[in-house]
């Protein structure tokens, strides 16, 4: 009879523990977000690394971010695989530094080439140019878990709302 009812607690507690993992934590603890920016769960039906997300799902997971913060994401097709599948890039940021993520790479490129651009010109553009933080994740086809940082990451930064994560989309744009 004991038996049985330890049992039967144990799995009461395992169940009941369930749900209290199946939710997307904050990247950073204590963070709290904007609920209008969706989890990964809420789009794919998992939480943030409970299981392998889908090349599919990670695209669909960036255009419901596009869909939700639309002044604050870009996103376009940068090449095929050699299958003739597209992959991605996605800039976060700001709905300034978005909405003229043009010049800033236009401005990007001035800066790379001294022989178009006068060290006067140089330090105009640096006045107002945010800084361009590239990360590239999954490089290689069997490295699953960075497709998870990208999205725990890109979450994290459209539904953050403390200062010091604003101040980073203020002064950054991060592809």
């Not at 809420?42 to 997971?61: F, K, L, N």
């Not at 022989?115 to 553009?125: C, D, K, M």
Request: hydrophobic share 50%; glycine share 6%.
């Amino acid at each position: 009879m004991l038996r049985r009812l330890f049992s039967g607690l144990a799995a009461a507690l395992c169940l009941a523990a369930g749900p209290a993992f199946a939710e997307d934590p904050p990247l950073v603890a204590g963070a709290v977000y904007d609920p209008a920016i969706p989890s990964l769960e809420s789009v794919v039906g998992h939480p943030t690394g409970a299981d392998i997300t889908r090349v599919a799902d990670i695209r669909r997971y960036f255009e419901a971010l596009r869909a939700a913060a639309p002044d604050r994401v870009a996103m376009g097709e940068i090449a095929r695989t050699v299958e003739g599948r597209p992959t991605y890039w996605v800039a976060l940021g700001s709905a300034r530094n978005i909405a003229r993520l043009d010049q800033i790479k236009a401005n990007a490129r001035a800066l790379a080439d001294p022989r178009r651009t006068t060290p006067a010109q140089a330090q105009a553009i640096i006045a107002d140019q945010p800084v361009i933080v590239w990360l590239a994740f999954s490089v290689h086809g069997n490295e699953i878990s960075p497709a998870d940082a990208s999205i725990a990451l890109a979450r994290h930064l459209l539904a953050a709302r403390d200062a010091t994560t604003q101040a980073y989309l203020q002064n950054t744009v991060v592809v």
